[in-house]
């Protein structure tokens, strides 16, 4: 059963990666090896952290319709640009993309104190890019919002890698001390 203290700590999870990931990326890469296609399926580091991003946003944007998170998020995603496929480009500057990353994750993390155990039991339907509507339970939808970022910052971990940047610990156990 989902306990809203999960999604916190998912939620800090995501962040102290995202920063790991992003700390390693401008200081020890350039933007060529940043942005170099390295047969990743999003080609490149900064292909696969916007990607990220991307998704995020359109889960955001999800959620909105959700009356307790509704206020919150139309005034925090105003900001955003509004997503209409998965491979939107969004900064071609690395800085502005973590900019946005970091404004991201305080978002999602706030989010969490609109949610309540009860509101994760609950159904919700949202409808995809293509036009069809899914339904489950909120929490599925919001595990998977999780994640989906740990999935892409494994391949960002790999990429990483393959210029022997070594991002230390990324587990879950370790990078949370509650």
Known sequence: MPHLQQYYAFGKYNQLMNEKLYAAALLKMTDEQRRQNMQAFFKSLHGTLEHILVADLIWLRRLQNLP???????????KFPIITN??????????????????????????????????????FCYTNLSGTQICNKLWVFLSHLFNHQTHHRGQATT???QFHIDIGVTDFHSLLML
């Open 86 to 123: 998965l491979n939107q480009g969004l900064h071609d500057d690395f800085n502005a993309l973590w900019q946005d990353r970091q404004r991201l994750d305080h978002i999602i993390n706030t989010m969490m104190d609109f949610l309540s155990h009860e509101m994760l039991l609950e159904d």
């Open 159 to 161: 990429l990483l890698a």
């Open 68 to 78: 307790a998170l509704k206020q919150f998020l139309s005034v925090e995603l105003v």
